[in-house]
């Protein structure tokens, strides 16, 4: 842990006591408001202040680590290698922290909720009175050649130390440099970079890039051709002359520098107009004793002229239409060569008029993005509705209901009349029609789309599983049940997808029946279709020369000639396709249905009588069978009329003799149960 000597704490009680709002505003105290630095010099920064606490994002110290009293610094690298950095403190008591971070891509904020953006970290910190030296023992520190380790933690623990071997950095990367104070002292310190093999110095040497007047001249915007030190741009304009001298630089304003320590763009004023004509604007170094320099103190070269041209001041005319979007467009932007003054801009859009192949109404009209003068080069017009179909249209500029058209920065009206043209296409529609044809054993699925409004593009989707780029695709399935299509079409300008479509094909026809299996004199028996899929037509043959073509049919009575026989029914199921399936079924016709059990029986394998058991139990329910010898032992029993006493005891064959039986079951008609007992006699 570290530790906080008393005199750092009455101090830091002393000048938090003192501290100013302004001081908390200084640029550098927030990752969004880096100061910019470069690898060729060294950058002292002479105090630093107690503003912010919010811990910073790391994952490899227990501790949280705060962004109070900390800088922050910008570069990039122009040179992919190692990168070695000093801090050295200004006391060399401080205790000074830092961590290095890769923030390509991110928004600099990112440092406070994305630990892995750390790239380096060190927060050591000796506890006082150890190691011998003075109170935390810790500036410099830094990354150097020999040092090891990318996180150190805070502590004095073996192998602890405040250098860290020199990370790798990446070309064309962009990094945040935290410093920290912790000691809580407020005396800054020395950063400087070297000793690896990266480069985080701009290549590019500084030159103007262009310049563009408004109006009369008085004012021009000059673009820089990299960012340039704002600090390094003297107010009064005395760095630039205009040539011919008609008028002088009087002021001099580096754009954006509110919020940052460079900029790329600077505003000069002139204290007289400019006759139109192409001047030149030269640099000179000034009174600071350099022109504008980089943030590695580059300068512009001295002497160096760009021209800017003053053109004749008439209306400006519409130049051109940004790109449209052309499926259901709802507005159009359209640009001025000029700046235009936003509040010239009817709301209602009363400006504009739009005539062409179909009807379109205007909602509204605005400048876009209008800047602090209120001036924007783009219009953006918004229509009532989208424009559906494909067709030509223009955009004509009218005298609005303020009574002018637009008016440009430098105060003059645009002509009315002026119009510009832009095309649309006409909307696509992925609605599909399909047509089934049913087969025996597979189906086939003709999907169709008409193609209308010039789709040129298909691109089906079958159960998630098949695709076809076809207009009309054919899917043959052998499977059944439910199947889903879905379609996205484009002309090439719009696209349109459908709704998932569920399908469902039946399954196979197939034969199949429940009937009664035996039948007694005069019953009935009874058929009951359970056949399934896409049947249209039904033939039975109940296998006595008679038919019927109803899906159930009647009850059916078999004549008394059929008795002691099996007939063999049959049900043919057909569809409106042709396919066929059979099923097929015996039936009993019984002789007799009356129970009864022989008084006599032979079991001497001749084929006649040689068993015992109750005759015609055809339909009867829980039968239970019983035969016992004179002495009372049971010898058979059987739950199943069908199996016969064979007249064999325990393997062997019984005496000859008078055998009891006892017959029990439940008559299926009446639901009774019958109970029967009587005698047979085995003759051999």
Avoid at 67 to 93: D, H, P, V
Wanted: hydrophobic residues 35%; negative net charge.
């Amino acid at each position: 842990m570290k530790l906080i000597p008393f005199l750092f704490i009455f101090f830091t009680s002393f000048f938090s006591a003192n501290k100013t709002s302004a001081q908390c505003t200084t640029l550098g105290l927030t990752p969004s408001t880096a100061i910019p630095v470069c690898g060729t010099s060294v950058f002292r920064q002479d105090q630093v202040f107690d503003c912010g606490n919010q811990n910073v994002a790391q994952s490899f110290c227990a501790i949280g680590v705060t962004s109070e009293r900390s800088f922050w610094y910008k570069f990039r690298c122009f040179q992919s290698g190692t990168l070695g950095f000093l801090i050295s403190g200004l006391n060399s008591a401080d205790d000074y922290d830092w961590i290095l971070y890769d923030v390509t891509g991110q928004n600099p904020n990112a440092v406070f909720s994305n630990a892995s953006l750390q790239v380096s970290m060190n927060i050591y910190g000796t506890i006082v009175g150890t190691s011998g030296g003075a109170p935390f023992d810790n500036s410099p520190t830094g990354c150097k050649a020999g040092a090891s380790g990318d996180f150190h933690c805070e502590g004095d623990a073996p192998g602890n130390t405040p250098y860290n071997r020199m990370p790798t950095i990446i070309i064309g990367h962009d990094y945040l440099l935290m410093v920290a104070n912790f000691s809580q002292s407020f005396i800054g310190y020395d950063l400087s970079f070297g000793g690896g093999t990266a480069s985080i110095t701009d290549p590019k040497d500084p030159h103007l890039e262009s310049a563009r007047a408004a109006c009369d001249g008085t004012e021009t915007t000059i673009k820089l051709n990299k960012r340039m030190k704002c600090a390094s741009l003297l107010a009064d304009g005395s760095e630039f002359t205009i040539s011919p001298p008609i008028a002088n630089v009087i002021s001099a304003v580096a754009i954006g520098c509110t919020g940052s320590f460079d900029m790329d763009s600077l505003l000069l004023t002139l204290d007289a107009p400019l006759p139109p004509g192409t001047y030149d604007i030269t640099i000179r170094t000034g009174a600071d004793g350099n022109t504008i320099v980089d943030n590695c103190n580059k300068g512009v070269p001295d002497g160096e002229t760009i021209p800017v041209t003053i053109f004749p001041q008439f209306p400006t005319p519409m130049d051109s239409i940004t790109k449209v979007i052309k499926c259901a467009p709802d507005e159009v932007e359209f640009v001025f060569r000029k700046r235009i003054r936003c509040a010239s801009v009817a709301p209602n859009g009363s400006d504009f008029v739009i005539t062409g192949t179909s009807p379109v109404t205007i909602l509204s009209a605005a400048g876009f993005n209008c800047d602090a003068k209120g001036l924007s080069n783009i219009i953006r017009v918004k229509f009532t509705q989208p424009i559906q179909v494909k067709g030509n249209f223009n955009i004509t500029l009218q005298t609005g209901i303020d009574g002018t058209t637009i008016i440009d920065e430098c105060g003059k009206e645009s002509i009315p009349g002026q119009s510009l043209s832009f095309n649309t296409k006409d909307t696509v529609n992925a609605d599909f029609a399909y047509n089934i044809f049913y087969g025996c054993k597979r189906d086939t699925i003709n999907y169709l789309h008409n193609a209308s409004n010039e789709v040129t593009s298909w691109k089906w989707n079958f159960d998630d599983l098949r695709r076809s780029a076809l207009q009309n695709p054919q899917i043959l399935y052998g499977t059944f049940g439910l199947k889903t299509a879905q379609l996205i079409v484009s002309n090439g300008t719009c696209t349109d997808t459908s709704a998932k479509i569920s399908i469902v094909l039946p399954d196979a026809i197939k034969a199949k029946f429940e009937a009664t299996t035996i039948v007694c004199p005069n019953d009935l028996a009874t058929f009951t279709n359970t056949s399934t899929g896409n049947i249209s037509n039904y033939l039975w043959n109940f296998g006595d020369n008679t038919t019927s073509i109803l899906p159930n049919p009647l009850p059916h009575i078999y004549s008394t000639n059929l008795a002691f026989t099996d007939v063999l029914v049959k049900l043919v199921v057909s569809s409106s396709t042709g396919c066929k399936d059979s099923s097929f079924q015996k039936i009993r016709v019984a002789g007799s249905c009356f129970i009864a059990v022989p008084n006599a029986f032979t079991p001497n394998g001749d084929g006649l009588n040689d068993f015992l058991y109750p005759l015609n139990a055809y339909k009867v329910k829980d039968l239970l069978f019983r035969v016992y010898n004179r002495f009372g032992q049971l010898v058979f029993e059987t739950r199943d009329w069908l199996k016969q006493w064979d007249g064999k005891f325990k393997g062997q064959g019984a005496d000859p003799a008078t055998y009891v039986w006892m017959l029990s079951f439940i008559n299926p008609d009446t639901g009774k149960r019958i109970e029967q007992k009587g005698t047979s006699i085995l003759i051999r």
